[in-house]
């Protein structure tokens, strides 16, 4: 029998353990190898910990939950994470806005996709 409770808290202890943590790993282990020890890398970005990272709780939860609910697939999930993390002009924007913004939500609607797909074989 499903729990869609479990489901919602094993997306988002996967995001948090995999995806999060996998970046801010990675931010970490680029600001050592750009010649910082370790002790003034972790000065200067703080320790490997979701506190000091530039996605908040909040912004984590919107993201996993634009991807159980299906607005975003899996992949663009990852990239709206990215967009998150990087210096471009949209990192500081909410999840969805994001994915509307670069249009990376996922489309369901069967006339939207038959239109999109004779454009796609006229054109």
Known sequence: K???????????AN??????????KKESAASKEEGHDA????????????????????????LV????????????GKKILGVMFSSDEDSACNPRDIAEKRGWKVI???DKLNDLCRRVVLD
Do not use: C, K, Y
Not at 2 to 12: C, G, I, K, R, Y
Not at 15 to 24: A, K, P, S, V
Not at 39 to 62: F, K, N, Q, T, Y
């Open 2 to 12: 499903e729990n869609p409770t479990n489901d919602v808290a094993l997306a988002v």
């Open 15 to 24: 995001w948090l353990t995999n995806d999060l943590f996998g970046r801010l």
């Open 39 to 62: 002790a003034s890398a972790s000065a200067a970005a703080g320790p490997v910990s979701v506190e000091h990272s530039a996605v908040d709780a909040e912004r984590l939860g919107s």
């Open 65 to 76: 939950a634009l991807v159980v609910d299906g607005t975003v697939s899996t992949p663009m």
């Open 108 to 110: 369901s609607d069967r």
